[in-house]
């Protein structure tokens, strides 16, 4: 194994070391768990760069172990795979830095941490499967590992959300590796390849490679939150918040996106994709989880489930994006892969200090929010400002890219439906907004924590301002070479290529 | 990249008040904001003065590559844009003096001057829209300000159309430019052939902030609502944003748009009469003077379908309408900035300060108001059809009734209670008015495209031309000035503030208590209540979300049929 290849294992054991480690630090032990996570995040964060720089250039990053005779587990890092890393890599770092904040002095520190580090080594591994076999071992780890985040308070209400998320998550998985192992029979190894690896297939097995389609959706569209497998969602929002975060932006609802990507892209490829037919009632369906998800997200009075529901109608975009089957529309849709991401943290971290320093869990307690604690309403409105498409934030630019792929596809209704998706995110967003600026504090903060230097502890404060100025920098910044735009333009670049 | 003295000044106008307006938000430097109004303005005037017309600032590494530019209509946008911005910026660092969260003010504004500087520099689709977005969202904090339960409706009615006017902008940008690139070069008209959709929704998208009819209905509440400098910059600069994105983005001037020529100009000529006749009959002079400005973007809504339906006009009417902007907005803000004043702080002279501007805008002889409408008037007469007879009479008619309009502002200015509060600094206030004064006297006859026309008005026979409806003003003025208000609103009606938006909003409020009267004669479930369909709904919503928790189960049948699936099409393989 050379140097390159065991960059891809350095990648995958800087956060599963740190996991196994933590589970056996003692719960005291504050500033040792908190020494080997950050270590954990620092030294990923400096590999996802090498590795960024290197696939930038053209290269490959390759590794292949037997499983089974003829069944490889290849990890496998290209262009798009760095994508989903670099945002988990950035968006890692500053949740454990959240998180150490968050929960300190409660209890079960070591197994959250623990979980919280296995969660993110799955998402690697999806990012980085190099066949259709990794990428559902791994996914299939995420599941499991995410379910002792979202009990973790252990409350009635938390297990029976965990219930809930299993339930939909397991029977998702299950019929993943039905779909999974019929295209292995049909189709052979399934190595993910740039413009699809069906070759010949589409003429001989058609009607099989539509129902396997249906199969594949149905199941990543669990994790990725298609209406109508979108249930758990919002009730896993029970979580701590920085696993909500942590779900919403990277780990959980981004791996079944990123799947859904990854066969469309790279299992179909786009020109089979289209002659299947499969791509239009893909992208009808993200519409309508688009227009479902606002529409539900009006109606909630709690922050946290108001923005559960904003998930389910954001991620689809990147579905959209992706299956309208255009350049410039998957440029859309893949960069809000990490807009969506950059906003919904920096919301869901908001939500949480003001849960944690006002003890306001609810809209209509958030009176005044914005005198109390300039800096988190400051950050919070950025977000919600992106995720409206106000330019020149990062969701203007994903929207933008999306409006013009649609069109330049010939699918106009696709501009009507971002343009009904901001008006409903702007009736959402601007009265939380409204009130927390522009109202008078109407009564007393339920519990409030005052006595830290800032408007909250700093580890609270940090993480929310870094991605609210990263959403800024995004959307500002857009046109320069280390901007996610530009990443993902080399992405789409690569998979258009003539061949 | 060249960092010429031409680029440093595009730069600075745009990022000197983003600069002033981030610094006020840091609790230390508050005060910076207020103090910073002062070079943010001149950096735009200085950029109006001084660059010229080929250099172009272009940042490809910001949003989707931003340019900045000046092209000559725009040089005449960002002068009377930043005069504005400068001396209602003066303005209000006297009129805020002692006021607890003034600093607040000061940083929408100089985001709100940013955005204003920026959407008229802006060279390409992307850069435009960012920079009117940025204006359009900033001024709420300026509209909603005095947070009296009127400013925060005015608010909520005016965030309401700038989002409306945002998405209907995104849908029209997109299908303007999206089928041939990501972006487009101003001005975007001569480079396409543009759908019928995509003009209309960059016709209303800009005519929400135009004031065109219709749309216009924030305008004479947040004007009124806002704090007096800020209402100055919103009707006389900002509001011009909406007639130069008409200009930058729909082909005008260009052949096949006849029709459409024909609905801006009627739509003009609408707003010029309905402004006047909804402003004659209200108390508050602010009002009145929002009201009027609905009227005057009229005029140049109208100069912009005359320029549609004849493009052999369009060069020189193009120069009439931004003619007419200048005068406008250098008449409107001086205007405005004397409700802070008057009528306490008046002496007997400097009640000419306020009718200098007034006669202006009504159109007498040697003021910017006379050259602005001759020039509109000199190629109205060029028109094909019947226009030439019909614009030759409704004009000079417009031109009375925005005399009267005047007349009517300045007896309303005089009952008027002023609208700056004690501790507020005339120091700077006064001679901030001065200056804007002066300046929309004077500056018409010296800025380039304004002073060819002027030199035309000054001959005998034009000086009488625009004079006569003016005799016929001032024997109706009399009146009005006798007649207390009652005797207008007999004659037009009552048209309360915001117009359109108060029966849309009694409307609702009716529906609601007619049902909940039908609720309380019928028993619960029959009623068709408002509130209570809108529960019915949400709660429709919830289960029908509920019932799709069923798709759990679902899942394990499909698993189920995915592995009969899969075994039939083993089998049928095997074979």
């Known amino acids: 194994m050379n140097l390159q290849e065991s960059y891809l294992y350095f990648i995958l054991l800087a956060s599963l070391l740190p996991a ?64 989903f890393i670099g945002l988990s890599a950035v968006l890692w770092f500053l949740t454990t830095l959240y998180a150490i904040g968050y929960l300190e002095n409660s209890p079960h520190r070591s197994r959250f941490f623990g979980f919280f580090s296995l969660c993110v080594s799955s998402t690697v591994g999806v990012a980085l499967s190099g066949n259709l076999v990794t990428f559902v071992i791994f996914y299939e780890a995420l599941t499991l590992s ?129 002659q299947l037919g499969v791509s239009t009632g893909l992208a009808v369906l993200a519409a309508v989880t688009i227009l479902w998800g606002s529409l539900r997200a009006l109606a909630q ?25 255009g350049p410039v529309a998957t440029i859309g849709g893949l960069v809000h892969l990490v807009h969506q991401g950059l906003m919904k ?8 200090n003001y849960a944690e320093t006002l003890g306001v869990h609810h809209i209509h307690g958030m009176d005044g929010a914005g005198r109390r604690m300039p800096l988190t309403t400051g950050a919070f409105t950025l977000g919600a400002l992106g995720m409206i498409g106000v330019p020149p934030l990062a969701g203007f630019v994903s929207k933008w890219y999306l409006g013009i792929g649609g069109l330049r596809a010939g699918q106009e209704w696709v501009v009507a439906v971002l343009v009904a998706s901001s008006v409903l995110n702007a009736c959402y967003f601007l009265p939380i907004l409204y009130r927390a600026w522009f109202r008078e504090q109407a009564a007393a903060w339920p519990e409030e924590h005052a006595g830290s230097r800032f408007e909250a502890h700093w580890m609270l404060l940090t993480p929310p301002l870094v991605t609210a100025a990263l959403c800024i920098a995004a959307g500002v910044c857009a046109g320069s070479d280390w901007s996610p735009l530009e990443w993902v333009k080399m992405i789409t670049e690569r998979e258009y290529a003539p061949r | 990249m060249n960092y010429s003295v031409d680029n440093v000044l595009l730069g600075s106008a745009v990022l000197l ?17 207020a103090a910073g109004t002062t070079p943010a303005g001149a950096a735009g005037l200085a950029a109006a003065l001084c660059v010229s017309a080929e250099s172009t600032l272009d940042l490809p590494w910001t949003v989707l590559g931003l340019r900045l530019g000046l092209d000559e209509t725009g040089r005449t946008f960002l002068f009377f844009s930043a005069i504005l911005w400068l001396l209602a910026g ?106 019928p959709a995509a003009l209309a929704l960059l016709t209303a998208g800009f005519g929400i902030k135009a004031g065109m009819l219709s749309l216009h209905t924030w305008l004479p509440l947040a004007h009124p609502a806002a704090p ?49 006749a909804a402003g004659l009959v209200q108390t508050d002079p602010k009002t ?69 501007p007034a006669l202006a805008l009504a159109g007498a002889p040697l003021t910017s108001g006379a050259v602005a409408k001759s020039a509109l008037k000199y190629s109205a007469h060029e028109l094909p059809g019947s226009w030439p007879a019909v614009l030759g009479v409704l004009l000079p008619v417009a031109a009375i009734a925005t005399g009267l309009l005047m007349a009517r502002f300045v007896v309303a200015l005089r009952e008027y209670h002023s609208a700056s509060h004690g501790d507020a600094d005339r120091r700077w206030m006064v001679p901030a008015w001065a200056a804007l004064v002066l300046a929309s006297v004077a500056v018409i006859w010296f800025w380039e495209p304004g002073a060819g026309f002027a030199q035309g008005t000054l001959k005998a026979g034009k000086i009488f031309k625009a004079a006569w409806p003016l005799l016929v003003v001032a024997a109706a003025g009399l009146a009005v000035y006798r007649w207390p208000p009652e005797f207008l609103t007999r004659w037009i009606g009552r048209v309360p503030p915001g117009d359109l938006v108060v029966p849309a909003e009694a409307v609702l409020l009716f529906l609601r208590r007619t049902v909940a009267r039908a609720a309380g004669r019928f028993p619960r479930r029959a009623a068709p209540d408002l509130g209570n369909l809108v529960d019915r709904v949400a709660s429709r919503m919830l289960g029908l979300e509920k019932s799709l928790g069923v798709w759990r189960r679902v899942l394990i049948v499909l698993l189920g049929l995915a592995l009969l699936l899969f075994a039939l099409s083993m089998a049928a393989a095997a074979k």
Request: glycine content about 12%.
């Open chain 1, 345 to 352: 943290i920096t919301l869901f971290f908001c939500a949480g």
């Open chain 1, 20 to 83: 196994v480690i933590i589970f056996f630090i003692p719960e005291q032990r504050h500033r040792l768990r908190v020494f080997v996570n950050m270590a954990g995040t620092t030294i990923k964060l400096v590999l996802v760069f090498v590795l960024m720089a290197g696939v930038r250039q053209g290269k490959v990053y390759e590794s292949r172990i037997t499983l089974l005779p003829d069944m490889d587990l290849v990890l496998h890092a290209d262009a798009l795979s760095l994508l």
């Open chain 2, 17 to 33: 008040p983003l600069f002033f307006a981030v610094c006020g938000l840091l609790p230390r430097m508050r005060g910076v904001a």
């Open chain 1, 146 to 274: 995410t379910y002792p985040l979202v009990v973790h308070r252990g409350t009635p209400e938390a297990m029976k959300a965990g219930a809930t998320y299993l339930a939909y998550t397991l029977g998702g998985g299950a019929v993943l590796l039905v779909a999974v192992v019929w295209l292995r029979i049909l189709a052979g190894p399934l190595d993910f390849q740039t413009g699809g690896m069906l070759g010949d297939l589409v003429q001989t097995y058609p009607l099989e490679l539509r129902c396997i389609f249906v199969l594949l959706i149905g199941a990543l569209g669990v994790k990725a939150a298609l209406v109508p497998l979108h249930g758990w969602l919002p009730k896993a929002m029970v979580a701590p918040a920085p696993v909500s975060a942590l779900l919403h932006a990277v780990a959980v609802v981004k791996a079944g996106a990123f799947g859904i990507v990854r066969v469309l892209y790279d299992v179909y490829g786009v020109d089979p994709a289209a």
């Open chain 2, 288 to 356: 009145i003077l929002a009201y009027s400005s609905i009227s005057q973007m009229g005029f140049m809504t109208l100069g912009v379908g005359a320029g549609w339906m004849a493009p052999e006009l369009w060069s020189a009417l193009l120069v009439a309408v931004t003619v007419y902007a200048l005068h406008h907005g250098l008449a409107k803000g001086a205007l405005f900035l004397s409700a802070g004043i008057a009528p306490g702080g008046m002496s007997r002279w400097s009640w000419a300060g306020v009718a200098v």
């Open chain 2, 90 to 195: 003066l303005y209000g660092r006297g009129y805020f003096r002692g006021q607890e969260r003034a600093w607040l003010y000061h940083v929408f504004y100089a985001f709100a001057m940013a955005g204003n500087f920026g959407l008229i520099l802006a060279r390409d689709a992307v850069t435009f829209y960012v920079f009117f977005a940025l204006m359009s969202f900033a001024s709420y904090g300026l509209v909603v300000h005095n947070r009296t339960d009127f400013a925060l409706r005015a608010g909520r009615i005016y965030i309401v159309l700038v989002v409306a006017g945002e998405v209907a902008l995104f849908a029209g940008l997109v299908a303007l430019i999206g089928r041939t690139g990501i972006n487009v070069t101003l001005p975007a008209g001569e480079a396409m052939a543009a759908s």
């Open chain 2, 228 to 276: 007096v400098p800020a209402s100055a910059v919103l009707s006389g600069a900002m509001i011009k944003a909406g007639l130069l994105g008409w200009l930058r983005f729909l082909p005008v001037g260009q052949d096949g748009y006849a029709s459409w020529g024909t609905f801006f100009i009627i739509a003009g000529l609408a707003a010029a009469f309905y402004g006047v």
């Open chain 1, 301 to 325: 009075d709690e922050l946290k489930k108001r923005l559960a529901y904003s998930t389910v109608s954001q991620v689809s975009y990147i579905i959209l994006g992706a299956a309208i089957l």
